[in-house]
């Protein structure tokens, strides 16, 4: 079996004794696949209809701690349940895996009406709202991260000090060096494409240790499945094979950060609409538009693109990572670059976010600026060149979590797109964040200040 499966293929396989085990998931706030591990007879019996999880799960930071403050669930209100409703389409076999396929689930209250604050949910509603305009978002990611030589629980039990690449050269397009980490990554494009996501190359990239995953772009929705789904089998395979991987934007001050850029078009009657052969670049006026709020909204979208205090540390000049959100033809200096210059496959890329994102948090905000740039009118100013990491007239990303929080927080453009609920709720979770951060007392701090101050 491979590809997606149908509830009559798990019948199938499960009477064969080929599947005993169905992953139950949801995408929570971080991206990361949470949920229960369901005997195929249940599933069969009733857990495909739905189940249930506690409300805490879109309420949580990275340690799973439950911090105070969230509208939707608290001690006082004592924690309830949400309702699990499978996507049967998602359907999967987990091929890493013995005799497991998996699920994902939309989240939905008591009263089967689905969960705001969702990810997958708020992509949905951003998604709805491009089809009433008779548009349909076509999306793809290009996914950085680092391969370690020792695994998760070594790296863990070091105190996160004994981090050696498992390539020790600067791999970009390098043959020769990915090859050493061929018995990794083979088995992550060929496990992938077994569960239906159309894997087109992984290549090394521009620092030790680094890769990057290519996905075949899709709608927006699917897109954001494929990525979270890639992101989880990274992570277990790499575990199985003894060695670790991290999607942190940034894990080491002297080295080149990860991103996870986001192409983007959109159709209409299977033809992109963002193409006019006669056009400037090929750019229609849709697409101008489009970009144009793009780069409107882009520091008010950014906390979307980069979650985390780290997430900022990665915005550093000469790094191929963004400073500027500027928009350029074919140059990654630029926050946005014009991709398919005067071809069928024009299409614009976010070069903001890090490979720390939420695809679904990051894809629903780039097409709510775009759509709001379309739907504004919006013109679009002509492309810069060159160095933008240079350009002092060109509007900076926001240099750091706190930053982006409050340019989040009091968008009216995200309010109105996403709902003051949803705004309110992501905007407390990263205060949430650098709270924790400001409590912290870090190595460089120790080091700088222990003798000295």
Same mark, same amino acid.
């Given at each position: 079996?491979?590809? *997606?499966?149908?509830?009559?293929?798990?019948?199938?396989?499960?009477?064969?004794?080929?599947?005993?085990?169905?992953?139950?998931?949801?995408?929570?706030?971080?991206?990361?696949?949470?949920?229960?591990?369901?005997?195929?007879?249940?599933?069969?019996?009733?857990?495909?209809?739905?189940?249930?999880?506690?409300?805490?799960?879109?309420? *949580?930071?990275?340690?799973?701690?439950?911090?105070?403050? =969230?509208? *939707?669930?608290?001690?006082?209100?004592?924690?309830?349940?949400?309702?699990?409703?499978?996507?049967?389409?998602?359907?999967?076999?987990?091929?890493?895996?013995?005799?497991?396929?998996?699920?994902?689930?939309?989240?939905?209250?008591?009263?089967?009406?689905?969960?705001?604050?969702?990810?997958?949910?708020?992509?949905?509603?951003?998604?709805?709202?491009?089809?009433?305009?008779?548009?349909?978002?076509?999306?793809?990611?290009?996914?950085?991260?680092?391969? =370690?030589?020792?695994?998760?629980?070594?790296?863990?039990?070091?105190?996160?000090?004994?981090?050696?690449?498992?390539?020790?050269?600067?791999?970009?397009?390098?043959?020769?060096?990915?090859?050493?980490?061929?018995?990794?990554?083979?088995?992550?494009?060929?496990?992938?494409?077994?569960?239906?996501?159309?894997?087109?190359? *992984?290549?090394?990239?521009?620092?030790?240790?680094?890769?990057?995953?290519?996905?075949?772009?899709?709608?927006?929705?699917?897109?954001?499945?494929?990525?979270?789904?890639?992101?989880?089998?990274?992570?277990?395979?790499?575990?199985?094979?003894?060695?670790?991987?991290?999607?942190?934007?940034?894990?080491?001050?002297?080295?080149?950060?990860?991103?996870?850029?986001?192409?983007?078009?959109?159709?209409?009657?299977?033809?992109?609409?963002?193409?006019?052969?006669?056009?400037?670049?090929?750019?229609?006026?849709?697409?101008?538009?489009?970009?144009?709020?793009?780069?409107?909204?882009?520091?008010?979208?950014?906390?979307?693109?980069?979650?985390?205090?780290?997430?900022?540390?990665?915005?550093?000049?000469?790094?191929?990572?963004?400073?500027?959100?500027?928009?350029?033809?074919?140059?990654?200096?630029?926050?946005?670059?014009?991709?398919?210059?005067?071809?069928?496959?024009?299409?614009?890329?976010?070069?903001?976010?890090?490979?720390?994102?939420?695809?679904?948090?990051?894809?629903?905000?780039?097409?709510?600026?775009?759509?709001?740039?379309?739907?504004?009118?919006?013109?679009?100013?002509?492309?810069?060149?060159?160095?933008? =990491?240079?350009?002092?007239?060109?509007?900076?990303?926001?240099?750091?979590?706190?930053?982006?929080?409050?340019?989040?927080?009091?968008?009216?453009?995200?309010?109105?797109?996403?709902?003051?609920?949803?705004?309110?709720?992501?905007?407390?979770?990263?205060?949430?964040?650098?709270?924790?951060?400001?409590?912290?007392?870090?190595?460089?701090?120790?080091?700088?200040?222990?003798?000295?101050?």
């Amino acid at each position: 079996m491979t590809g *997606t499966l149908t509830l009559d293929q798990i019948k199938i396989a499960a009477e064969r004794g080929e599947i005993d085990t169905i992953l139950v998931c949801i995408v929570d706030m971080q991206g990361r696949l949470q949920g229960k591990r369901f005997h195929v007879s249940n599933f069969i019996e009733h857990g495909h209809v739905e189940t249930h999880c506690c409300n805490y799960l879109l309420a *949580t930071d990275l340690e799973m701690m439950t911090p105070d403050g =969230y509208a *939707t669930t608290s001690w006082a209100a004592g924690y309830g349940d949400y309702v699990m409703k499978p996507d049967l389409s998602t359907l999967r076999l987990v091929p890493w895996l013995e005799g497991t396929a998996m699920v994902l689930c939309d989240v939905m209250d008591h009263h089967h009406a689905p969960v705001p604050q969702s990810p997958r949910q708020i992509l949905k509603a951003q998604v709805d709202r491009a089809a009433a305009l008779g548009l349909a978002p076509m999306m793809a990611t290009e996914l950085e991260f680092f391969l =370690y030589a020792r695994s998760y629980d070594a790296i863990r039990h070091s105190g996160h000090r004994d981090l050696e690449p498992l390539t020790p050269f600067n791999q970009d397009y390098s043959i020769q060096f990915t090859s050493r980490e061929e018995y990794v990554m083979r088995p992550i494009r060929n496990h992938l494409v077994a569960m239906g996501i159309p894997v087109e190359s *992984t290549k090394g990239e521009a620092e030790t240790g680094q890769e990057e995953l290519n996905i075949r772009y899709a709608d927006a929705l699917t897109c954001a499945d494929y990525h979270t789904i890639a992101k989880h089998a990274i992570k277990e395979i790499t575990h199985q094979k003894g060695h670790a991987a991290t999607f942190m934007a940034k894990w080491r001050a002297d080295k080149v950060g990860s991103a996870a850029h986001i192409h983007q078009s959109l159709f209409k009657g299977g033809s992109n609409v963002f193409h006019d052969a006669e056009a400037a670049h090929g750019m229609s006026a849709t697409m101008r538009s489009y970009v144009a709020g793009l780069l409107k909204y882009a520091p008010e979208v950014t906390l979307l693109l980069a979650p985390y205090v780290n997430s900022y540390k990665r915005f550093v000049p000469g790094t191929f990572a963004p400073t500027k959100s500027a928009w350029s033809v074919d140059n990654r200096t630029a926050g946005f670059r014009l991709v398919g210059e005067d071809t069928k496959g024009v299409r614009i890329e976010c070069r903001i976010p890090g490979s720390d994102m939420n695809p679904y948090l990051a894809c629903a905000a780039q097409l709510a600026a775009g759509l709001a740039g379309i739907e504004e009118g919006l013109d679009l100013p002509d492309p810069v060149s060159g160095d933008v =990491y240079a350009m002092t007239d060109v509007p900076d990303v926001p240099a750091s979590l706190r930053a982006a929080t409050e340019a989040f927080a009091g968008s009216a453009m995200l309010r109105a797109a996403f709902g003051d609920a949803v705004v309110d709720h992501y905007a407390h979770a990263a205060r949430v964040e650098q709270a924790d951060f400001d409590r912290a007392v870090t190595d460089y701090e120790l080091a700088r200040g222990f003798e000295k101050a």
